[in-house]
């Protein structure tokens, strides 16, 4: 099963930090989001957005990258601060 990340504002606004999602074959990122948000009855902007980043096992990736029945994605929100 493929895991969705959630971080910081993101996880707040869905109200969880993961979601388990099972692919039948790999899809691009912004189709993986679609489903997820589906499956989980969120909005899919809360999860796909200009805002966002995102990662596939660790690497940063776009909406067109490709994501498998194995992977672990994580949506990163915007950072701020500084030193």
């Known amino acids: ?9 993101v996880r ?6 993961s979601i388990m999602i099972k692919l039948d074959a790999p899809m691009e990122l912004s189709l993986f989001l679609f ?22 096992n660790g690497e940063m990736a776009d909406l067109n990258s490709m994501v498998g029945d194995t992977d672990e994605v994580a949506v990163i929100p915007p950072l701020s601060g500084g030193l």
């Open 12 to 17: 707040e606004r869905v109200g969880v930090d």
């Open 35 to 56: 489903a997820v948000a589906r499956q989980a009855e969120v909005r899919p902007s809360q999860i796909q957005n200009p805002h966002l980043l995102y990662s596939i």
């Open 1 to 9: 099963m493929a895991k969705l990340l959630l971080f910081a504002s």
